[in-house]
């Protein structure tokens, strides 16, 4: 028996087992010194991203019979999901302790918790393997549910938490429903051979598709869009904020992961199927979360709705890949999505990192209302928000005209240029609510003008994630390239 | 192609940029006076550096001149390439030259956020400049969207009282028109396999259907910017509750933007549609000069009446642009360039008004000549330029585009020269009702001359119409050459067999 674990599994591994370290030294830990839990848990996410970058790029590893595969696609979503829980950390803080989410019973489990999704993640980002990916997404998901509900005595948070667990666990059945008839259509769990398989099916070809049919409808549960878009704008209103950044930001880059891996790298050859069901659900997105956030005057629901439109131009890209037959602008299509999913993220931290550093004990920031003035209020902040803002509406030279850039870009490659005309539109009616927030700051007089009061590291960390949007807005060029290639790589093996 | 060894362009576009993010880094409320020297500074030295690409050109070279070219996104084979030709070579030291005399006119007047104004026009500044060198199509998209940033927020929280409405259309308005460019600019980026370059756009050959197609895409953007009749109606709003240099800026230079992309993109990419919708367009350009005219003429509110008269202008400027001849579309781009003195120095004198009575309603005036006769001297000059009177840059364009439509068809040239007697209507009624006649009103005798910072900003307009309108040939000569290739471009067909 081989025992020398292979590098690329050394990130999964590690932080495991950081995690079960870091559960043991918090039993020891009062409330007063519960920043080392959190200065360990920013340690062991830095560790990992070392060991990330220290795994192969250049090939595809495949290991556990074939059940794990690192490449660079997984590198890059993995080193992005440490810095969305990181920065969520340092966003999240002072919230949660004010929340008192951090002490008492519960001790640290807040940290252990976003870290054992974060492990989920991982594994649905490297799952070569239907039910390794399963496994991946049962582990995030459980552990954010219960992060949901960890204030157990706010009514909001623990409604939000019944309805994410209800409707999860229905999405989860599903999705193991399809999976099951995959299995029974191609007689393998392992993706490889099921793209292989999935081309010869001819009698059990209707439990096919009825299987890929399952699995769409359980991946547009997670990814949050039309119509099985229902949980998110009560979910992450009634979340605590700080686990609304938990759910918003690196799950989706997961969710995309395991889009992919199931979809482009698994079921290719029934492109034409899951593209057309693809399109529904991104036109619908793209049409009931732009209108209906327009009608929001909570920030965080709006923000909900804003994903939803926001996941189903992110979709436009994967339903673009294959189009008459031909896949020659296949990887182009798929890592215009996986920019977006990045942007999205990016820009979704920087959101929600506002709101977490206008909430003060006692006070929730979550209205529109709460933003009027910002910008008398602190110049600086209101500049992030405007980056951010901008950068949702796809506002050049904001990071986010570029993710929308590459998608229309893929959408009209792919020859459904009326497709983008109706992306456009829609974008166009999403743009009001994002100006709404910037009149809001900068147009109104502040209702509470009392001053900002945000520990340092919060502040440096937003003003960073801030101005990132318009460097890599201005400078977009290499992380483009990198997802390209990312994406032209694992096409290839 | 002239490659050129110093980076004149690109310092034309990043030095106004960097002056603004240094005017709003270092900018405080309790400073102002620190925070307009600087900005006054950081205009004038954006001003002397493009003075150098005037200098520079030479009037005789075709193609792009002082051509910058480095890769920018290589996954989109996009170029941060830069280069001016005749056509765009005076809207540069123009827009710094209007930037200067923007910050001028708010040195008093603006009193709250002094910094952030000023960052926001500097700012602007730089990027409306740079559309105007952009030539990779990428390149001038992301400049052409990026200002309504800068200039959403000025209208929106130094504006008047209907501020946020007239923000929120102009902003949405355009956007509309320019993500419908977005779809066009990257059909046209696939079809020429992956080149954004507006060169070798020119070049491509597409099938009549494909250029209406991408004709009326491009139309949609820039028919809205420039603006053209029916979708001119963001403008009123704008311009009225603008401030002063909003308005300025507005009127001058960024309907000029929606001009300049008709030249480079619309008329040289899709050649053959733009003689198959010329009736259209024609058309369109015609109601915007007699129909906006009338309008015009009707209008109670000063800055609404020049918001109108400008959309009639405009109107003749694309006009001049679908006549197909050289004294047409030379004439319309030295309308361009005349319209933005003549434009800037009208809404500079509402201001100038506006700032003693608070009010734009010509009823509220009546016989300022009495009591503000330096003014009154300065405001009939433009308002005689307004309407076009020989001597005047508002002459020369005029002209030359009504020969040009003679010579297309007299019927139309007739249709054109009318805009010469509404031009006169609208504005000499308004000069006579708010200059002339006797005092009527208390606030009116109580007016105060302009003092030396309003002189001086309207001196050197003045001295600009006028120069411009005895001695056109500096304009006329640097587009000389690249208008007449533009046109032996747009007369052959491009259609792919």
């Known amino acids: 028996m081989n025992l020398i674990i292979p590098p690329s599994l050394y990130p999964e591994l590690f932080l495991l087992l950081s995690i ?90 807040f940290y252990t918790l976003a870290l054992f999704s974060l492990l989920g993640q991982m594994i649905m980002i490297s799952g070569n393997n239907l039910l390794i990916i399963y496994l991946g997404l049962e582990l995030m998901s459980l552990a954010l549910y219960a992060l949901v509900a960890l204030r157990r005595d706010n009514n909001v948070s623990t409604e939000a938490a019944m309805k994410y667990f209800v409707l999860g666990a229905l999405a989860s059945g599903f999705l193991l429903y399809g999976i099951s008839m995959l299995y029974g259509a191609t007689g393998t769990l392992n993706l490889n051979e099921m793209s292989k398989m999935a081309s010869a099916v001819t009698a059990n070809k209707p439990i096919l598709v009825f299987g890929i049919v399952f699995l769409v409808a359980g991946l547009a549960f997670k990814l949050g869009v039309v119509p099985f878009h229902m949980w998110v704008p009560d979910v992450y209103q009634g979340s605590p904020t700080v686990v609304t950044l938990l759910l918003g930001g690196a799950p989706k880059l997961a969710a995309f992961a395991i889009t992919y891996r199931l979809l482009v790298e698994g079921l290719s050859s029934l492109a034409v199927d899951w593209q057309q069901m693809l399109m529904v659900l991104a036109v619908m997105s793209m049409a009931v979360g732009n209108i209906t956030a327009i009608a929001q005057t909570n920030l965080k629901r709006m923000l909900a709705y804003s994903t939803i439109s926001q996941m189903g131009f992110m979709l436009l890209g994967l339903l673009s890949g294959v189009s008459n037959g031909s896949s020659a602008f296949a990887a182009e299509a798929y890592s215009a999505s996986m920019f977006y999913a990045i942007t999205y993220v990016m820009t979704t931290l920087g959101t929600f990192g506002i709101i977490l550093m206008l909430s003060r004990a006692g006070f929730e920031a979550e209205n529109i209302a709460d933003l009027k003035g910002l910008n008398k209020r602190s110049k600086w902040f209101a500049f992030i928000m405007l980056l951010l803002m901008f950068s949702l509406a796809g506002i050049p030279p904001l990071m986010g005209f570029y993710a929308k850039l590459s998608v229309l870009s893929a959408v009209v490659a792919a020859g459904q240029v009326w497709l983008a005309v109706a992306a456009v539109l829609f974008s166009l009616i999403g743009a009001f609510y994002y100006l709404r927030i910037v009149k809001v700051m900068y147009f109104d007089e502040p209702v509470d003008a009392s001053p900002i009061n945000a520990h340092m590291d919060l502040k440096l960390v937003l003003s960073v994630n801030g101005l990132a949007v318009l460097a890599l807005g201005m400078m977009p060029g290499s992380l483009l390239r990198s997802c390209v290639d990312a994406i032209k790589i694992s096409l290839a093996s | 192609m002239m490659l050129s060894n110093s980076p004149l362009l690109s310092l034309s576009i990043w030095l106004p940029i960097a002056f603004g993010i240094v005017v709003l880094a270092l900018g405080r409320d309790k400073n102002p006076g620190f925070v307009r020297i600087l900005a006054l500074i950081g205009s004038l030295l954006s001003f002397a550096v493009t003075l150098p690409i005037v200098d520079g050109f030479n009037n005789s070279a075709h193609g792009m001149q002082f051509v910058e070219s480095i890769s920018w996104i290589s996954r989109f084979n996009a170029f941060y390439a830069l280069g001016v030709d005749g056509i765009s070579m005076w809207l540069v030291p123009l827009t710094a030259f209007i930037t200067v005399i923007v910050v001028i006119a708010a040195w008093e007047v603006i009193e709250k956020n002094v910094a952030q104004y000023m960052g926001a026009f500097l700012i602007l500044s730089g990027l409306m400049i740079g559309v105007f060198c952009a030539t990779d199509g990428l390149l001038f998209y992301v400049f052409f969207e990026a200002t309504l940033i800068p200039m959403y927020i000025i209208v929106g929280v130094w504006g008047g009282p209907n501020r946020v409405y007239a923000a929120f259309k102009f902003f949405l308005y355009t956007l509309m028109g320019s993500l419908l460019t977005l779809v066009a600019i990257i059909y046209l980026y696939l079809k020429s396999d992956s080149s954004f370059s507006i060169q070798t756009w020119h070049q491509l050959p597409l099938t009549l259907h494909e250029q209406i197609m991408l004709f009326v895409a491009f139309l949609m953007a820039f ?26 800026v507005l009127a001058a230079i960024m309907l000029k933007l929606g001009a300049y992309g008709f030249l480079r993109f619309s008329l040289p990419i899709a050649p053959d549609a733009s003689h198959y919708l010329s009736g259209m367009m024609i058309t369109l350009s015609l109601i915007a000069v007699i129909y906006i005219g009338l309008v015009a003429l009707v209008q109670k509110d000063m800055k609404k009446l020049v918001a109108y008269s400008s959309i009639a202008h405009m109107g003749f400027v694309t006009l001049g642009f679908f006549m197909f001849n050289e004294l047409a579309v030379q004439g319309a781009i030295v309308q361009m360039i005349s319209h933005g003195f003549i434009s800037a120095a009208m809404f500079l004198c509402i201001g100038v008004l506006y700032d003693r009575v608070h009010s734009r309603e010509i009823a509220d005036y009546g016989g300022v000549v009495n009591t503000m006769p330096k003014f009154a001297a300065l405001f009939v000059l433009f308002s005689m330029a307004n309407c076009g009177l020989p001597a005047t840059s508002g002459f020369v364009g005029e002209f030359m ?27 000499l009624w308004m000069v006579k009702r708010v200059v002339f006649g006797a005092i009527t009103h208390d606030h009116v005798a109580k007016l105060t001359d302009l003092n030396k910072r309003e002189f001086f900003m309207l001196g050197v307009l003045a001295i600009a119409v006028i120069a411009m309108g005895l001695y056109p040939a500096p304009f006329t000569d640097a587009m000389q050459v690249s208008v007449a290739d533009l046109l032996k471009h747009v007369a052959t067909s491009k259609i792919a067999p």
């Open chain 1, 20 to 109: 079960c370290a870091i559960l043991l030294v918090d039993m020891f830990l009062g409330d007063a010194k519960r920043n080392i839990t959190y200065a360990l848990s920013l340690l062991a996410l830095g560790v990992c991203g070392v060991l990330t970058m220290n795994v192969t790029n250049d090939t595809s590893v495949y290991l556990s019979n074939n059940m794990f595969v690192s490449d660079a696609m997984s590198n890059l979503m993995k080193m992005f999901s440490y810095i969305a829980v990181g920065v969520t950390f340092i966003y999240g803080r002072q919230y949660a302790t004010d929340r008192s989410m951090t002490s008492g019973l519960l001790g640290g489990e």
């Open chain 2, 223 to 248: 028919a809205v910017k420039v603006p053209m009749w029916p979708v001119h109606t963001w403008l009123p709003d704008a311009h009225v509750e603008a401030p002063t240099g909003g308005s300025v």
């Open chain 2, 401 to 427: 585009v009504i020969i040009g439509a003679v010579k297309f068809n007299f019927w139309i040239g007739m249709l054109a020269a009318t805009a010469l007697i509404f031009g006169a209507a609208y504005s």
